[in-house]
Nanobody, 127 residues
Framework: QVQLVESGGGLVQPGGSLRLSCAASGFSLDTYTIGWFRQAPGKEREGVGCISSDDGETYQADSVKGRFTISRDNAKNTVYLQMNSLRPEDPAVYYC????????????????????WGQGTQVTVSS
């Protein structure tokens, strides 16, 4: 069965850290650009960042730049989102997605046309 599974979400205090994982099964991630999105209640899904399939080039949205880092371990067929200095505006359901488009076109693609989506993992930031 082809699927992406996110894990690592949870409750963290402001200023804290979490690492989300996106594990693929049924296909190999190494030829895919992997992106992270988030969606808070009542808001549209927004792109957080992505990582290229080949040279590890990454992109982060301005809202998370300097705080969030994306990395990949192709041997484990997994991509990570390291989130540091979490803020009250960061809580959302975080989704990973995989697509064969290049990283610089990833967030230009129609969401419905993205190859694979995970089911999401909840991140809550509260004291």
């Amino acid at each position: 069965q082809v699927q992406l599974v996110e894990s690592g979400g949870g409750l963290v205090q402001p200023g804290g850290s979490l690492r989300l994982s996106c594990a693929a099964s049924g296909f190999s991630l190494d030829t895919y650009t992997i992106g992270w999105f988030r969606q808070a209640p009542g808001k549209e899904r927004e792109g957080v960042g992505c990582i290229s399939s080949d040279d590890g080039e990454t992109y982060q949205a301005d809202s998370v730049k300097g705080r969030f880092t994306i990395s990949r371990d192709n041997a484990k067929n997994t991509v990570y989102l390291q989130m540091n200095s979490l803020r009250p505006e960061d809580p959302a359901v975080y989704y990973c997605a995989a697509d064969l488009s290049p990283w610089y076109q990833f967030f230009l693609k129609d969401r419905d046309a993205v190859d694979y989506w995970g089911q999401g993992t909840q991140v809550t930031v509260s004291s």
